[in-house]
């Protein structure tokens, strides 16, 4: 019903910045939020940042400052543009998208990308 087309990971030096792009398609009435998760292996999957359609943001303490989440949600469109990467900031990220699926219903539902690699060493 909605595909997510994440790009941008890839492997950069520690203190140099990466952006991340994810774009929706499909089927359904409104997107209500976009958020961007990261996992590392043996660990469970975290929140980096998150948006609404309203505007607002949100970022855990360990990437405040560092990164910003854009949610263009008239182009259906979230980037994260990742700042002073560190070796730590290494992990799967994974765009997240919450959708409202049609104008009759206030159902909503969560959709996950494929996961994009970002590696930062030397």
């Known amino acids: 019903q909605v595909r997510l087309v994440e790009s941008g990971g890839g492997l950069v030096q520690p203190g140099e910045s990466l952006r991340l792009s994810c774009a929706a398609s499909g089927n359904f009435f409104r997107i209500n939020r976009m958020n961007w998760y990261r996992q590392v292996s043996g660990k469970k999957r975290e929140l980096v940042a998150a948006?609404?359609?309203?505007?607002?943001?949100n970022y855990p303490w360990s990437v405040r400052g560092r990164f910003t989440i854009v949610g263009d949600y008239a182009k259906n469109t979230v980037h994260l543009q990742m700042n002073r990467l560190e070796p730590e900031d290494t992990a799967v990220y994974y765009c997240?998208?919450?959708?409202?699926?049609?104008?009759?219903?206030?159902?909503?539902?969560?959709?996950w990308g494929q996961g994009t690699q970002v590696t930062v060493s030397w």
């Open positions: 948006s609404g359609n309203d505007g607002t943001t």
């Open positions: 997240n998208v919450q959708v409202r699926g049609s104008q009759s219903t206030s159902v909503v539902d969560d959709y």
